[in-house]
């Protein structure tokens, strides 16, 4: 089974996100309101999928985080926002 974090600091928003998710049959392995939180649990269980608040509040955003953990490790992730409006590009391919 496939595994998701939901990444998002509004409580509403990850309960749908989570809904939603396990209705399609995935397994989401955790919801994490911070950066803090989403390493912690990344460090863990890596998921084969995050669904990231790029807006997320707190010392690091969302977007800054997902730089971060894609640095390391490679690990697909979406938001619901358009990639172009954050100055999101796509990654060279290595």
């Not at 989570?18 to 939180?37: K, P, Y």
């Amino acid at each position: 089974m496939r595994k998701v974090l939901i990444i998002e600091d509004e409580a509403i928003i990850s309960f749908g996100y989570r809904l939603q998710i396990e209705r399609m049959g995935f397994e989401v392995i955790g919801v994490a309101r911070s950066s803090a939180e989403a390493e912690a649990l990344i460090a863990l269980e890596r998921p084969d999928l995050m669904i990231m608040d790029v807006y997320l509040k707190g010392p690091k955003t969302g977007l800054e985080l997902a730089q971060e953990i894609h640095a390391k490790d490679p690990i697909p992730w979406f938001s619901s926002r358009p990639a172009p409006s954050l100055g999101w590009s796509k990654p060279s391919a290595r």
